[in-house]
């Protein structure tokens, strides 16, 4: 009677660790690739908005915000203040790709790491903007493109 009893509970054993392992890896994929870590908006002029990508075609936008960034390097250059953002709803980009050059308000979502099926990673960035909705369309061509 007694090696079945010892079996069962190396089975048990097994079974809790099996399980506590797999939830903590789900919590540490959920917390790194699908929280939300924070949601906003921004404005800014739609300087580039395009569809690419090699195996996952996702559209991408660069938005110049106002006022000026300085890099953090030796040199400590001033750059003009990037917004770098993939959008996944077709509708929200067909709009973003008609106003081009526009000063627009864009209402984002921001995850802890990018994942390729959403869109591009950047250089300067750890995580990944995904626009959800366009608040307002401020000025359609404030300069002629938005320069």
């Known amino acids: ?3 079945i009893v010892k079996s069962n509970k190396k089975k048990k054993i097994i079974i809790i ?3 506590s392992l797999l939830l903590i890896l789900s919590l540490f ?3 790194r690739y699908y929280f939300v870590y924070s949601e906003g ?3 800014g002029i739609l300087y580039k908005f395009s569809k690419k990508g090699t195996m996952f075609k996702t559209y991408e ?3 110049v915000l106002p006022g000026l960034k300085f890099k953090a390097q030796q040199n400590s250059n001033i750059s003009s203040n990037m917004f770098y953002f993939s959008v996944d709803d077709e509708k ?4 973003l790709m008609a106003n081009q050059g526009a000063e627009i308000e864009l209402q984002y979502i921001y995850f802890n790491r990018p994942l390729p099926w959403r869109g591009d990673a950047y250089e300067n960035e750890k995580g990944q903007y995904i626009v959800t909705g366009i608040v307002k369309i401020k ?3 404030p300069n ?3 320069l």
Do not use: Q
């Open 139 to 141: 000025n359609t061509n």
């Open 17 to 19: 660790f099996s399980f």
């Open 61 to 63: 936008g660069e938005m």
């Open 144 to 146: 002629g493109y938005g």
């Open 41 to 43: 908006t921004r404005v």
């Open 29 to 31: 994929i959920y917390f």
């Open 92 to 95: 929200i980009a067909k709009k």
């Open 1 to 3: 009677m007694e090696p």
